[in-house]
């Protein structure tokens, strides 16, 4: 059974920092690209970072650039997410998610982590 | 990148069809068929039930249907039922190599 386990959310300050982790089990997760993706309280989802099955290759929406670093353990099928410099605009639920393998181009996410709580706030 | 365009509220009576839309642009509905639709029960994850337009992953009903004209897609759910009732996200890769989710559309059903 495929499993995402998303951890590390909290309260933190503005300015503050944040590592969030998302373990996997049930897949072979070296061969998978892997997405966060975010939800701010009664809003809508927004995409938030991306990487490749290797960690060569990262992608991330514009309001997080050269604060967020996406970032993955391949022997510990893990998936990370460290969060600088945080703003109240990203207090939000942060999910894992799974690019699905039966898309042509792995471009939809099949499996989701239940979702961790981040809130910035002082 | 702007969010996807999609109508904040749709409702219909049980047994009824609804259809959704989501309006993107050539850079993104437009441009490729990655186009999916997720569904969303307050205080829970997304579960995708549409992919690449018109495809249903294992297990998803098949009420439910997807297509594409231009740069805009659409959520077809025929013989609501009282479960159907949940927030509805597109999504669409892009050119820049990234995704873009629509607003969101709450489904009641009366």
């Known amino acids: 059974e495929v499993q995402l386990v998303e951890s590390g959310g909290g309260l933190v300050q503005p300015g503050g920092s944040l590592r969030l982790s998302c373990a996997t089990s049930?897949?072979?997760?070296?061969?998978?690209?892997m997405v966060w993706v975010r939800q701010a309280p009664g809003k809508g989802l927004e995409w938030v970072s991306y990487?490749?099955?290797?960690?060569?290759?990262?992608f991330y929406t514009e309001s997080v650039k050269g604060r967020f670093l996406i970032s993955r353990d391949n022997a510990k099928n893990s998936l990370y997410l460290q969060m600088n410099s945080l703003r109240g605009e990203d207090t939000s639920v942060y999910y894992c998610?799974?690019?699905?393998?039966?898309?042509?181009?792995?471009?939809?996410?099949?499996?989701w982590g239940q979702g961790t709580l981040v809130t910035v706030s002082s | 990148q702007s969010a996807l365009t999609q109508p904040a509220s749709v409702s219909g009576s049980p047994e009824q069809s609804i259809t959704i839309s989501c309006t993107g642009s050539?850079?993104?509905?437009?441009?490729?068929?990655?186009v999916s639709w997720y569904q969303q029960y307050p205080g829970k994850a997304p579960k995708l039930i549409i992919y690449?337009?018109?495809k249903r992953p294992s297990g998803v009903s098949n009420r439910f249907s997807g297509s594409k004209s231009g740069n805009t897609a659409s959520l077809t759910i025929s013989g609501l039922q009282a479960e159907d009732e949940a927030d509805y996200y597109c999504?669409?890769?892009?050119?820049?190599?990234?995704?873009?989710f629509g607003g969101g559309t709450k489904l009641t059903v009366l």
């Open positions: 999504s669409s890769y892009t050119r820049s190599s990234t995704w873009v």
């Open positions: 990487i490749d099955s290797t960690g060569d290759t990262l």
């Open positions: 998610a799974r690019p699905s393998p039966d898309s042509s181009g792995w471009r939809a996410f099949d499996y």
């Open positions: 050539s850079s993104d509905v437009g441009a490729y068929k990655f």
């Open positions: 049930g897949f072979t997760f070296s061969n998978f690209e």
């Open positions: 690449d337009v018109t």
